[in-house]
Every structure is written in structure tokens, then in C-alpha cells.
């Protein structure tokens, strides 16, 4: 498994917004992505961010799908990291359904 940590560029919220369909569409036609939501600022209502938990074997994937995300072909992203990680303890239960 990989986690994603993408960080939006400063001022970028309407960017983002933008995008929001299109990057959310993306995620849900993978089922690779085990759980997914957006980084909040201290302010709890501002997004500002993105992480994924993506079940792939390679870190050549884990680049890939980010380069095919629409917030990242939009410019959204400041920074993004990319980390193997290994899933130890706890459910990953979507909290939509």
C-alpha cells in the first residue's frame, strides 16, 4: 500500500472547488483507493490538502494515479509525498455509506 499527501498551493481554495467533481469522480472509479479525504485547516472548514491510501504494488503506480488526478493536472498541489505503508491496526469503513 502507498499513501498520497498532496498539499494545495496557498490561496488556492476556488481552484480547487473546481476541480472538486472531477478529482472525486477519479477517486471512486479506482478501487484501489481504500480510503481517501482532504486535509483541513485549524479552522475545520477550509480544504487545503488531500490524502489517499492507495492498495498498489508499486510506487510507479501510486506516481501514476496521482499524475492522471485532475487536482494535480489542474496545478492544485504545492507538494505531494508519496510513502509505502503498511496497514497494522483499524477498519478503513467508508463513513458515506
Same mark, same amino acid.
Given at each position: 500500500m502507498y499513501v498520497i499527501m498532496a498539499f494545495d498551493k496557498p490561496d488556492?481554495? !476556488?481552484? +480547487?472547488?473546481?476541480? +472538486? *467533481?472531477?478529482? =472525486? !469522480? /477519479? =477517486?471512486?472509479?479506482? $478501487? &484501489? =483507493?481504500? &480510503? !481517501? *479525504?482532504?486535509?483541513?485547516? $485549524? #479552522?475545520?472548514?477550509t480544504m487545503i490538502g488531500t490524502l489517499l491510501v492507495l492498495n498498489v504494488e508499486s510506487r510507479a503506480e501510486a506516481e501514476a494515479f496521482v @499524475? #492522471?488526478?485532475? /487536482?494535480?493536472? @489542474? *496545478?492544485?498541489? !504545492?507538494? =505531494?509525498?508519496? +510513502?509505502?505503508?503498511a496497514h497494522l491496526i483499524g477498519g478503513l469503513e467508508d463513513p458515506n455509506s
Amino acid at each position: 500500500m502507498y499513501v498520497i499527501m498532496a498539499f494545495d498551493k496557498p490561496d488556492s481554495e !476556488a481552484l +480547487r472547488l473546481d476541480n +472538486r *467533481g472531477d478529482h =472525486v !469522480a /477519479y =477517486v471512486l472509479g479506482h $478501487d &484501489t =483507493v481504500k &480510503t !481517501a *479525504g482532504p486535509f483541513m485547516s $485549524d #479552522d475545520g472548514d477550509t480544504m487545503i490538502g488531500t490524502l489517499l491510501v492507495l492498495n498498489v504494488e508499486s510506487r510507479a503506480e501510486a506516481e501514476a494515479f496521482v @499524475a #492522471d488526478d485532475p /487536482y494535480n493536472k @489542474a *496545478g492544485l498541489f !504545492a507538494q =505531494v509525498e508519496i +510513502r509505502r505503508w503498511a496497514h497494522l491496526i483499524g477498519g478503513l469503513e467508508d463513513p458515506n455509506s
